[in-house]
T-cell receptor
């Protein structure tokens, strides 16, 4: 079974530029999560989707961050414009429906550096 | 609200020694608890989880953790450390009424000395 896929793996941009990250969850997983992991800290949830609907986006800085999950499969996270403090690893995770819905499976992450 | 505290941001052990990584949680309802491991430049891999069944949980790579409600703890142990165990370890908590949202601790970096 293929795992969670993310691209790109690394991205370097200058502040005020825009950037987008892509995530493809494990096949059949209904729930998709985006986390931000700043160096030296644990991951922090940005947004959670159930199929193509938003369940929780309370921690998403909506003035600059946006995310979508069209057709309930792939997802894109965008930052526009980026700030220096957005430098972090962006992790995508997915979880199944039913019996094991509490278990999240993580992708390799996208490492973003904002200069 | 829920939170996780990992005691010790860095733990160093000798190869073959006991590994003990500490995690305390706070939750208003019975929690689900997880340990994840992160190797350099990789995502998080699930080591083990507690979901209200047996309090002693066995995971991959010889790790286990014990849920102690009275101490609000979920410490991770391994009897004998291996060089390949060197990584960052994260404890996390979720609860069924919160859409299974994970709240992570700050992580503990484990180094294994030869």
């Amino acid at each position: 079974e293929a795992g969670v896929a993310q691209s790109p793996r690394y991205k370097i941009i200058e502040k005020r530029q825009s950037v987008a990250f892509w995530c493809n969850p494990i096949s059949g997983h209904a729930t998709l999560y985006w986390y931000q992991q700043i160096l030296g800290q644990g991951p922090k949830l940005l947004i959670q989707f159930q199929n193509n609907g938003v369940v929780d986006d309370s921690q998403l800085p909506k003035d600059r961050f946006s995310a979508e999950r069209l057709k309930g499969v792939d997802s894109t996270l965008k930052i526009q414009p980026a700030k220096l403090e957005d430098s972090a690893v962006y992790l995508c995770a997915s979880s199944p429906s039913g019996q094991y819905q509490e278990t999240q499976y993580f992708g390799p992450g996208t490492r973003l550096l904002v200069l | 609200a829920q939170s996780v505290t990992q005691l010790g941001s860095h733990v160093s052990v000798s190869e073959g020694a006991l590994v003990l990584l500490r995690c305390n949680y706070s939750s208003s309802v019975p929690p689900y608890l997880f340990w994840y491991v992160q190797y350099p430049n990789q995502g998080l891999q699930l080591l083990l989880k507690y979901t209200s069944a047996a309090t002693l949980v066995k995971g991959i790579n010889g790790f286990e953790a014990e849920f102690k409600k009275s101490e609000t703890s979920f410490h991770l142990t391994k009897p004998s450390a291996h060089m390949s165990d060197a990584a960052e370890y994260f404890c996390a908590v979720s609860r069924p009424g919160s859409n299974y949202k994970l709240t992570f601790g700050k992580g503990t970096l484990l180094t294994v000395n030869p």
